[in-house]
């Protein structure tokens, strides 16, 4: 009897493993502690079914139900992953491991009922709503929406301020300006402290619209948000001298009430959906405007690690400003892992990197008119389509013509730089040669003098050339150099800088010129004359390991067909290695320097190359090959006798060489996009194409559809879903943004996050009515938008709050009053200019720099304190100011201005004793009081009519008897200048109420 029931006992099969008992014991245990519902490591836990099976960033799926052996979960809890061992505090036992094993080979079973914890879903959240529409019933507004919450929290509105309060609210909210005495006395007859929304108050808020200041104001607050900025940033935190024509489109667009849907568009890729206007390029500045990594782009190639890095930040970038600007998400935490909060993907980051693979930051050629840039824009398309077809029609005969092209072709590259013997130095005396560097950016010099001053038309610098290290033609010629001259041979005082090809050769990489000399002319207008010559190279030639500059020979002109003035002149330089006869200083106007092909010879050998070519052709070939030649150089004919263009520095594709090469070079081609494990350039994953957030084209019912191949569509198609009309985070972002600057907070208080870690709205119903009638009834006119919050009774109130309010609301959240808010720093300075008559209304152009610049060989110092205030030329609007990133201005800085490296969607208002020293002591403040003192002295004749008017000017409104008395006082014994100063420092001159 015992052996048959042997026999049954071992043929019966393992019963199944429990998940509820067996399993989720182990994974309460050793896992949840990192991977549970209060922390989840590597975006993946063990208390949900959905993410346990299929989640996790770098190993998903980490359970392959049926497979254990193929599972990273079991891999790495048996020890047979010796890279990666879990958990890392303690280890299972071998029944746990064994019970885990039979679990996921037995098809890892997890019933639904048996999650310890329930998934949140992401898009349940306000902001990834749809807009809700208008209520029935009476016409809803803004005041009806607030005093509705305001009935709910027990509160009471405050009484309307008095006139001349709004009037000065009114100016400084539009336009950034206080109001002249004269323009209150315009405007403060026909209102009233209950006057209606209608009347003199409209036409005030109309006036101050249709102002020019309008633009310069509000441009301001959107500069903020783009963080744009007049240098590059980083370590080498050069100029960027062509930002400003973006800043000036920005205030232009303001200005001409210009739909926010097309200033969206225009900004992301107007150059493909407004083609052939002005603003289709410039307003491309605002992809470029944030900072740049000059080293990781410039001097790094995109092949290297670091220049791969440099390119994926400076995507990162322009994705956080084309998405945090315009929709308000920080879609930016999803470069390393699925996003925490929000319903982003990883993917989805990576296909909206995509959208920006084939641009850099570089500067664009743009006409300042709409017709001629309309024209310039047809013939490059004329000029492409033509060139197109060229290619078509000659690569065919190239590969005909064979061997024999292909040699010619290399006889042509190299005719340029290569001598007609094997060394063209037919003496030994080489030229000059400085000491050896070992850091390519020391700085350089050599000069001549030329015996006495004289206007200089000409200057010509020889290349030399040597079979050192191979480089043959242009030994030693600098990589980044400048010319100067001046009648003081330690170059201290009066120089003068040939600036013309400046750019080319001290912005930029100069690119080695064989054996070509290089020349740069002047015009009789530039004015350059001097006794001293002299050449600084900021940026070596490399040679083995160390860096040198040498040059052949130095000629300098003094008209177009004379004679050398600097042949056999004395030179001096920084340094030199002299080897006698080699490297002298005395070689550099010996009239000694290796010649090159001439350029008649190249042309020769190009005309012996085409003639190759064309023979392979037939007749009808050859006759439509010349045709289309004719086209081509007509077109170019045409394009070379437009007006200079001005430049742009902007988002687009780039055809450099170098390090810097980008995109053009391979027809703007956009860069492969893969999606990077954990944010590591070095692990890239999946490859992804263009593409914007998943979830949200759901939500919205919004899509994203590239149409076509070309870079700039996969732009379109970004500002077609962003300014979709059902893309509810757009709508209701730009009206969150204006409402805050009229109130001091939005009703969305997060403006730059409407995600799941930023704020709720205090009033929902009026953000989104708010959304819907700029949308829809107003057309997107900002300047609609701005008239429908002024003109409402929740603006025109009182700052004075009740104690009730002061007790339950004390951040006046919920609008009681109207809240009391300091001048930014831009207001303060402009308001310390146009209170002493000095400040210079002129628009546009580029900006004022409040500084002087000091090494700006490497990495530039910007000194503010060797600039002078009584500069008229700095006494524009604080808009036009240079902007430098690494060192801000300090008065301005002091003052809370923004930070231009960073994207400020709401800038500090803080209260400190350096506020109250800078606007005392500081040097614009000195000096403007001196101006101010000057112009209340021409218009009024007594000290206490001087005091009134300063006093009037600066603080819209007469002194009253108390305040008039102590400064009548304080200017007849410290004097009007002194006074002036005071009242610039009265609280009331840096706040509104």
């Not at 063990?46 to 254990?68: F, M, Q, R, W, Y």
């Not at 098809?107 to 209520?135: C, H, M, Q, Y």
């Not at 009806?144 to 006139?163: M, Q, Y």
């Not at 009347?199 to 619209?209: F, Q």
Request: charged fraction near 25%; charge should be neutral; aromatic fraction near 8%.
């Amino acid at each position: 009897m015992r052996f048959p029931l042997l026999i049954a006992l071992t043929a019966t099969p393992c019963l199944a493993v429990d998940f509820v008992s067996e399993v989720r014991p182990i994974f309460e245990r050793h896992c949840y502690e990192c991977h549970g519902p209060d922390k989840q490591k590597s975006d993946y836990r063990l208390d949900i079914k959905s993410v346990a099976l299929t989640g996790g960033e770098a190993h998903a799926p980490n359970i392959v139900p049926g497979k254990s052996a193929s599972s990273p979960l079991f891999r790495f809890v048996s020890g047979e992953d010796k890279d990666l061992s879990m958990p890392p505090k303690s280890k299972l036992s071998s029944t746990e491991i064994e019970t885990l094993k039979r679990w996921i080979d037995d098809g890892a079973v997890w019933p639904d009922s048996a999650d310890k914890s329930k998934l949140e879903d992401k898009r349940d959240w306000w902001s990834f709503k749809r807009i809700k529409t208008n209520a029935s019933g009476p016409a809803p507004s803004v005041d009806s929406f607030v005093r509705a919450k305001l009935a709910e929290k027990g509160l009471t509105s405050a009484p309307p301020a008095d006139p001349r309060t709004l009037i000065r609210r009114l100016y400084f909210d539009l336009t950034g300006l206080p109001p002249t005495p004269a323009e209150i006395a315009r405007y403060l007859p026909g209102l009233s402290a209950a006057s209606t929304a209608t009347g003199t108050y409209a036409t005030l808020v109309d006036d101050l619209l249709a102002s020019p200041r309008y633009g310069e104001r509000w441009a301001r607050h959107w500069l903020d948000v783009v963080h744009y900025g007049e240098t590059h940033g980083y370590d080498k935190d050069k100029p960027r001298n062509q930002a400003w024509p973006y800043r000036d489109y920005v205030i232009r667009a303001l200005n001409s009430d210009k739909p926010y849907a097309r200033f969206i568009e225009e900004q992301i890729a107007g150059d493909v959906l407004h083609p052939g206007t002005t603003d289709g390029i410039t307003a491309l500045g605002f992809i470029s405007a944030g900072p740049w990594d000059l080293i990781g782009h410039a001097e790094v190639p995109e092949t290297k690690l670091d220049g791969k890095i440099a390119r994926h930040l400076d995507r990162d970038d322009m994705v956080q400003n084309a998405i945090g600007t315009f929709c308000s998400l920080t879609v930016q935490c999803a470069q390393c892992h699925n996003h925490k909060f929000d319903p982003i993907t990883q993917e989805d980051y990576y296909s909206l990197q995509a959208v920006f693979a084939a641009v850099d930051r570089t500067e664009v050629d743009y006409y300042p008119d709409d017709a001629v840039m309309q024209k310039f824009t047809t013939l490059q398309k004329e000029r492409q389509t033509i060139l197109a077809t060229i290619t078509a029609i000659e690569t065919p005969l190239k590969a005909k013509a064979g061997d024999a092209y292909q040699a010619l072709s290399k006889r042509i590259d190299g005719a340029a730089d290569k001598a007609p013997s094997t060394n063209p130095n037919a003496r030994p005396d080489f030229g000059f040669h400085s000491a050896i560097a070992r850091e390519q950016d020391t700085v350089k010099w050599v000069q001549v003098d030329l015996g006495q001053s004289i206007e200089i038309q000409r200057i010509i610098l020889k290349p030399c050339y040597d079979d050192y290290g191979g480089i043959g033609g242009g030994f030693g010629f600098p990589v980044r150099f400048k010319i100067e001259t001046s009648d003081d041979p330690e170059f201290k005082s009066g120089v003068t800088l040939l600036w013309r090809k400046h750019d080319a050769t001290f912005m930029n990489d100069f690119k080695n010129p064989g054996l070509t000399p290089f020349e740069t002319n002047t015009a009789g207008d530039d004015g350059v004359k001097g006794r001293y010559v002299r050449v600084t190279a900021v940026k070596l030639a490399p040679r083995k390991n160390d860096y040198i500059f040498a040059l052949a020979e130095l000629e300098v002109y003094a008209t177009k067909e004379g004679k050398n003035l600097a042949a056999g002149q004395p030179v001096i330089s920084l340094d030199s290695i002299e080897a006698p006869p080699r490297w002298r200083r005395t070689n550099l106007t010996d009239g000694i320097a290796p010649e090159a092909r001439s350029p008649e010879d190249k042309q020769k050998l190009i005309r012996e190359r085409d003639a190759l070519m064309l023979a392979q052709a037939d007749p009808a070939t050859r006759q439509k090959l010349t045709a289309a030649r004719k086209q081509r150089d007509s077109i170019i004919a045409q394009i070379a006798a437009l007006p200079a263009p001005g430049k742009v520095y902007a988002g687009a594709v780039h055809t450099g060489s170098g390090a810097f090469r980008g995109t053009g070079n391979e027809g703007g081609k956009p860069r492969v996009i893969h999606v990077l494990k954990r944010g590591d350039i070095k692990q890239p994953a999946k490859e992804v194409g263009p593409g914007s957030i998943t979830a949200l084209n759901e939500l919205f019912g919004t899509p994203f559809r590239v149409n076509g191949e070309s870079e700039g569509e996969r732009r379109a198609a970004l500002a077609r879903w962003i300014t979709d009309k059902n893309n509810a985070l757009t709508w209701r972002s730009i009206v969150n943004r204006v409402w805050q600057h009229h109130f001091g907070r939005g009703l969305v208080e997060t403006s730059n996050d409407f995600g799941r870690m930023g704020s709720t709205p205090t009033h929902p119903e009026l953000l989104d009515w708010l959304a819907i009638t700029f949308r829809d009834d107003l057309g997107g006119n900002l300047k609609r938008l701005h008239k429908l919050i002024v003109t409402s009774d929740t603006y025109r109130q009182s700052s004075e709050s009740s104690p009730l309010a002061n007790k339950s609301d004390a951040t006046n959240q919920w609008l009681s009053h109207q809240n009391r808010r300091k001048l930014d720093a831009e207001s303060i300075r402009d308001s310390i200019l146009s209170v002493s008559g000095q400040l210079d209304l002129t628009m546009g152009g580029p900006s004022f720099q409040d500084f002087i610049i000091d090494k700006p060989q490497h990495s530039p110092h910007y000194e503010y304190h060797l600039h002078d205030p009584d500069d008229p030329k700095s006494h524009r609007r604080s808009i036009y100011r240079f902007i430098v990133r690494s060192q801000q201005q300090p008065f301005m800085t002091v003052m809370d201005c923004a930070d231009p490296s960073m994207r400020v969607d709401k800038r500090n208002e803080s209260l400190s004793p350096l506020q109250a020293l800078a606007l005392m002591n500081n040097g614009l403040t000195v000096a403007m009081a001196r101006q101010f003192a000057e112009r209340v002295r021409s218009e009024a004749r007594t000290p206490e009519d001087q005091v009134k008017q300063a006093f009037h000017l600066a603080i819209a409104r007469p002194p009253t008897s108390d305040e008039l008395a102590p400064l009548v006082a304080y200017a007849q014994r410290e004097g009007l200048e002194n006074t002036c100063r005071v009242i610039l420092n009265l609280n009331e001159f840096s706040f509104v109420d």
